[in-house]
């Protein structure tokens, strides 16, 4: 198991990416701040003051001049003293300030360490923190613009929120427990089932919310079946803006899966063509055909391709039959230039369909918006965070939780119970923001951070 930082520990690092660059910056973070920037430049600098010095070697000549900034604790990102030393982004020179820091007495911070000391001292919680890595990770600027929100708390808040609505029933449940004669305990089941729901739709909203924030900083895995000469092949070059698979009239063509990302309107996007679906004795074919299943089995979406016109087919039938399928599948009713119809897109009985040309690339616009709602996709104004499937995760037993705790109250009427399950769900909300949250789950996560963060 990896070991969180003591109090005695100074920890530094360079907080700009290896490599060439005009600037390069050297944090420092610990209790030995002040002893180092004395040993450095015979004083220690003034507050959140940017002053240029040189960055003396031990012989005393200079190894760059640049600006130095010193942050007392508690006032900085990790709460401890912080010193950063901007110089030239040469990697020598980076190193040579890098291991300057460790001769005066720091050692050499492990990723994501600064992240992991400002939670450690409060000034982030877990959600926060992590938001901090997906920040820096963004693949669009809606995830970037989300992951902002979830850094200021709004995600946090949410789900703190949550919390106290279970710190609530919990209190009179426990409360109706210990003190039965009296007033105090007096708790209707009525009351309490309808509150339990109250907070069960609460955290239905935030999963929900969860999960297209997940999405969009993941990506949206979209899988392309159907049966062989449907256009999933030109419908894959359309979505690319580009002819990335080949297209034959004959059928078999696409004999593996083909992924591509894509950015649609800034949702990031994993595209994966598929072999088309249908009985054959080749054997090449046969294999080609269980990566497609295996493809919609685990994709986001699934665009399922048919011909405009044409009956519909029992495949599609057999999969819009399946309950972890259907909510997954979008059907696209291609090739409609050949019956002279226009674009457009229907939610039915059968789910959303879609009619279109992927040859011509009528209606692909329309797969695109579709799409993007998918994955959540909301303008600037409209809020949204991002999450992780930790997150998801911690949620959905938060909501199994409370669901046994309402089908307890309704079966048995132990409250007993209820109250075991509501503090199974405080429980599961708080490793989210990481009040209940093992060392080993803390280690895991901030190594997965850059070194310097």
């Known amino acids: 198991m990896v070991r969180f930082a003591t109090a005695g520990e100074t920890i530094a690092a360079q907080a700009t990416p290896p ?15 002040r002893a180092i920037a004395a040993a450095l430049f015979g004083e220690v600098p003034a507050p959140r003051v940017a002053e240029v010095k040189a960055f003396p070697d031990p012989s005393g000549q200079p190894i760059d001049h640049g600006i130095a900034l010193f ?12 010193l950063e ?33 400002a939670f ?24 970037a613009r989300r992951a902002v929100r979830t850094l ?10 949550l919390v106290q609505d279970v710190i609530a029933l919990r209190t009179r449940v426990e409360a109706t427990l210990d003190f039965p004669d009296e007033e105090v305990g007096l708790f209707d089941h009525e009351v309490l089932e309808t509150r339990l729901e109250g907070v069960a739709e609460k955290l239905g909203s935030v999963f929900l919310a969860a999960r297209r924030g997940q999405v969009l900083l993941d990506g949206l895995s979209v899988t392309i079946a159907g049966q062989p000469n449907v256009g999933k092949s030109s419908l894959l070059n359309q979505l690319l803006k580009r002819d990335r698979a080949i297209v034959d009239a004959r059928p078999g063509t696409t004999r593996d899966t083909l992924q591509e990302q894509v950015l649609i309107g800034g949702v990031p996007i994993s595209l994966i063509d598929t072999a088309g679906l249908r009985e054959t004795e080749d054997s090449i074919e046969k294999e080609g055909i269980a990566r497609a299943q295996a493809a919609i089995d685990q994709a986001d979406v699934v665009l399922f391709v048919t011909e405009y016109g044409v009956e519909r087919q029992a495949t599609e039938i057999e999969l819009s039959a399946d309950p972890g399928l259907r909510e997954r599948i979008t059907v696209i009713r291609n090739k409609i230039d ?11 009985q ?18 695109e918006e579709h799409l993007k709602a998918q994955a959540g996709y909301q303008s600037a104004e409209e809020g949204g ?13 938060a909501q199994a939780a409370l669901a046994a705790a309402c089908a307890e109250l309704c079966q048995t009427g132990a409250l007993e119970l209820v109250a075991e399950h509501l503090a199974r769900v405080q429980r599961s909300l708080g490793t989210i923001t990481g009040e209940f949250t093992s060392e080993e789950l803390l280690a895991e996560i901030f190594s997965s951070f850059c070194i310097g963060k």
């Open 338 to 348: 050949l019956y002279s119809r226009a674009p457009s897109i229907i939610h039915g």
């Open 385 to 397: 965070f991002t999450a992780r499937r930790r997150h998801l995760e911690a949620l959905s037993c």
């Open 85 to 117: 030393l901007h110089g030239h982004g040469g990697p020598v020179v980076m190193d040579r300030l890098l291991r300057r820091m460790l001769g005066l007495g720091a050692r050499l911070a492990r990723p994501g360490e600064f992240c992991e000391r």
């Open 71 to 82: 942050f007392p604790s508690p006032g900085s990102f990790t709460g401890e003293d912080v």
């Open 350 to 367: 059968y789910g959303t369909e879609i009619c279109l040309s992927a040859r011509y690339g009528l209606g692909i616009h329309l797969l």
């Open 152 to 161: 200021r708390g709004e995600f946090s808040k949410l789900v703190r929120d």
């Open 120 to 143: 450690l001292n409060g000034k982030l919680d877990l959600a926060q923190a992590e938001a901090v890595a997906d920040l820096i990770d963004s693949a669009s600027e809606e995830a």
């Open 19 to 33: 490599g060439r660059g005009g600037i390069g910056v050297i944090r420092v973070s610990g209790p030995a701040v």
